[in-house]
Every structure is written in C-alpha cells, then in structure tokens.
C-alpha cells in the first residue's frame, strides 16, 4: 500500500509587521499595558507621599525592584515552559486585579503605606515573569525578517507610554485622587488582555532557523538528534516527533529544544531519555546556551556596558548638571525631551526601513557615538547646545539599543529566548539601575565632567566588544 505524505499548508506571509493585523493587535495590547504601567507609578507615588514620609515613600517605590531582579531569571524559565503569551495574558491579568483591587480598597478606606508595599511587591513578582515573556513574544508573532522592524515599532510605543501616561496619571489624580488613578491603570491593563487572546502565535522551527552563528551548538544538537533517530528506526519503529505547542512553547523530548533527548556514550546503544526536566535545570541550561553562544554572550555585555554608562548620567547625573549650570527645570525638560525626540526617531527609522545593512557594526558605531555624546553633554555651557546633544544622544543611543534587541530577538533560537530575555533585563533593570546613586556620589566628589567622561568610556567600551568580537561586528539581522 503506498502511502502519501501531504506537507502541511504554510501560511503565506502577512507582508511588513506594519500592515499585519496580528502584530498590530499585539502592538495595541503592549502599549495599554505600558500607558498603564505609567498611570500606576504616578498613582503609587502619589498615593505614598500623601500616606508617610519623604523616605517611606521612596522606600515602597523602591520594593517592587527587589524581587524583579531576584526572580527574572526564573522568569525567563516560566516564559519558556509555558509559552510567552500565557505568561503576559497571565500577568497582565494578576496586575489587573491588584490593582482594581487596591483602587476599590482606597476608595472605601485609608489602608495606609502597607497596602501599597504590598502591591509594589506583587507588581515586582509579576515583573518579574512579564517582562522575559514581552520579550520572547515577538518572534512568536511575526517573522523573522520583520523582528527589527517591530522592534521599532515597540520603541515607538514605549515612547508614546511615557509621553501619555504621566499626564493620565496625573489627571487622574486631581479628578478623583490616587483611587482613581489606580482604577484607571487597571482598566488600562485590562485593555491588553483581550487583544493578546486574540493574537495568534506563528509555528517556528525548533532552532528558530537564526542560530548560524553558533555552528558547534547547532552541529553537536544536530548529532544528537541524528543518533537518536537512527536507533528509533533500527528497532523497526516510526520515528514520530510530538507535535509543538500552539502557544509557542517548546514541545517536550524535541531533540533540537532545551529538554533534548540525549544518546547513552556507550558504543551502539540506543538513545534513553535524560532525567525529567526541572526549573533549575532548564535555568542552567539556558545560561549554558548563552555562554557558548559566540553572538549572544557579546551581546549581552555590549548591552549591560551600554546600559552602565547610559543609566546614571542620563536620570540624576542630568538633573545635576541642570541645577549646577542654572538651567533650571525649564531647561532639564527641554534636554530630555530631545532626548526623547532622538530615541523617538530612531525607533521610527528601524520601524520603516524594517532592516539596516551591517547590524552588529551599526549598533557598534551608533553606540561609540553615543558615548562620546555623553561625555561631550557635560561640557556645553547652554541649553541650546545642550538640546542638540541630547537630541544626539537619543538618536544614536536609541539605534544602537534597537539595533541590539532586534539581534537578541533574532539570534535566539526560540525555545531559550525567554531566558535569554531574563538575562539581559537583569542587567538593564537589576544592575543598571544601581549606577544612579553611585553616579550622584561622585559627582559631589569630583563634579560633572569626570563622572560624565567616565560614564563615557564605559559605555564606548560596549560599542569596543561588539566590534572586536568578529561574530557579533559580523552579525547581519535578517531580509
């Protein structure tokens, strides 16, 4: 009896990420839920000024960062078990229903500071897996060759988050207080929840079909699956693989995924499967997967480096220099909203060309500019130079950290790239972070210009790894 094997129907392409309805409805549920990450902070804030001291206040502002940092890596591991789009209708869900609910208890009573510790520890647990999973969800979303043009797009709307969410808050607060701020965070978040049930998730090859550079990974995976499958067929059995889960997920036992099965060393035995996959395991191999990457472990210090540098001079170093130049806050506004107009503009330009020749080099110069920027900041005596190096800064610091999500989404294979995610927002959200007292500090010790300069070389000395590692200056994103 002959048997015929139809090849099962390939969806034909939805044209550029901007004209496709899917990554559209994934586009519009990211920024309600970031316009309403940027209403809850003004409400949080608010509300803790109003309820405790000055250092209270800043204290319960600062919680949410503890189990963030704490938990992101096995977060990254939860996006990758259970799929990405779980994990944020999840989370989105779980931060509604805080929020709804500190808003509603708010209205009724004066809980006090407790209640918003509380809730800006659950926001940092949630945190903690939500942002691994944003992360990981845009190769499950479109394809690969339109991974950078989203990723200007996602610049875009966190952009437009920041620029809309501080007044909403902010108008919030003066129609009804902190409640109804709250409450309008919440409904804001909700807002993200039906549009990601509705996006659909796209098939992918188990290696993502982007992990070229990482040949000796892939060739010893390669073997593995090819031993496998020859003692499969040498007991006279139909080497069938599982069928992969819809969500995204990677299918379990598929020989090329995290949990592959792994052939006994002994000549000609078959292959047995290894030990039941566990969190901790899955974690160590997910670290294991970006320390023998040759493009992600570069990359991912290009990005910290960048993110050391850029960090403190940009969020308090900029406020002191205002202040000492006599500026003035009039002054700082205009600074960082050319700033702002520069990142804006980058974001817009990856968002319509979609792609630009030589990625890893690019980013590797726009990030060297970008220093040099930085350190030059600290030397302008006027505003108006000021704002046409800030509106410098945010161009070509703005390129270069596209330039570098979109390599990260692409060089990834998918089933990992929940972690990897985790990884590199340790470092921007965990370890950067930490560089803004220690920036103030020395600026009272030694001023604005050596801490600027310093600040500068660190941050050039991200775009130096990327262009000395030959793989990562080599990288191209795809077409």
């Known amino acids: 009896m002959t048997t015929t094997v139809i090849p099962p129907a390939v969806r034909p392409s939805a044209g550029p990420a901007h004209r496709d309805g899917n990554v559209l409805r994934w586009l519009g549920a990211y920024t309600a839920s970031m316009i309403g990450d940027n209403v809850f902070y003004i409400a949080l804030s608010w509300a803790a000024v109003r309820s405790g001291t000055p250092s209270q206040a800043g204290l319960v502002m600062a919680v949410s960062a503890v189990p963030r940092a704490l938990l992101m890596l096995g977060g990254g591991v939860v ?111 909700a ?77 000609g035995a078959p292959a047995v499967p290894e030990r039941p996959a566990t969190a901790w395991r899955d974690l160590r191999d997910g670290l294991r997967y970006i320390r023998g990457h040759r ?34 806050a009039s002054g700082m506004g205009l600074v960082v909203a050319a700033f702002g107009a520069g990142a804006g503009a980058a974001a817009l330009l990856l968002a319509w060309r979609g792609t630009l020749p030589r990625a890893g080099s690019a980013g590797a110069a726009a990030l060297l500019g970008g220093s040099v920027a930085i350190g030059a900041l600290a030397q302008v005596p006027g505003v108006g130079a000021a704002v046409g190096v800030a509106l410098a800064i945010g161009l070509l610091a703005g390129l270069s950290g596209a330039l570098c999500g979109a390599l990260l989404q692409t060089q990834s294979d998918p089933a990992y790239l ?46 130096v790894v990327a262009l000395a590692v030959r793989d990562l200056r080599r990288a191209e994103l795809p077409r």
């Open 79 to 189: 996006a990758d078990r259970f799929g990405p789009r779980r994990v944020v209708i999840g989370s989105d869900a779980v931060r509604c229903a805080a929020v709804l609910t500190v808003a509603a208890l708010l209205f009724v009573a004066h809980p006090g500071l407790w209640l918003l510790a509380l809730l800006a520890v659950v926001f940092g647990i949630v945190d903690a897996v939500f942002m691994p999973a944003v992360g990981a969800l845009p190769a499950r979303v479109t394809g690969r060759d339109q991974l950078a043009r989203v990723q200007g797009m996602r610049g875009l709307a966190v952009r437009f988050a920041n620029v809309v969410g501080a007044p909403l808050g902010g108008l919030g607060v003066a129609l009804g207080g902190s409640a109804t701020a709250f409450a309008l965070a919440g409904l804001l978040i």
């Open 418 to 463: 929940g972690r990897v995610t985790a990884v590199a927002g340790i470092v921007s959200l965990g370890l950067a972070p930490l560089s803004m007292p220690l920036t103030a500090a020395a600026i009272g010790w030694w001023g604005t210009g050596p801490v600027f300069a310093g600040s500068a070389v660190v941050c050039g000395l991200g775009g």
């Open 191 to 267: 807002v993200s929840v039906p549009l990601l049930i509705s996006v659909r998730m796209r098939e992918t090859p188990p290696d993502g079909g982007a992990n070229t550079a990482n040949t000796a990974n892939t060739a010893n995976t390669a073997n593995i699956a090819d031993t496998a499958t020859a003692g499969v067929e040498a007991a006279g059995v139909e080497a069938v693989g599982p069928p992969g889960d819809p969500d995204g997920a990677p299918a379990r036992g598929d020989a090329s995924g995290p949990h592959a099965r792994v052939p006994d060393a002994e000549d």
């Open 295 to 328: 493009v992600l472990a570069p990359l991912i210090v290009t990005i910290a480096l960048g993110d050391l540098g850029f960090v403190g001079p940009l969020n308090v170093g900029l406020a002191l220099l205002a202040d000492r130049r006599g500026w003035g």
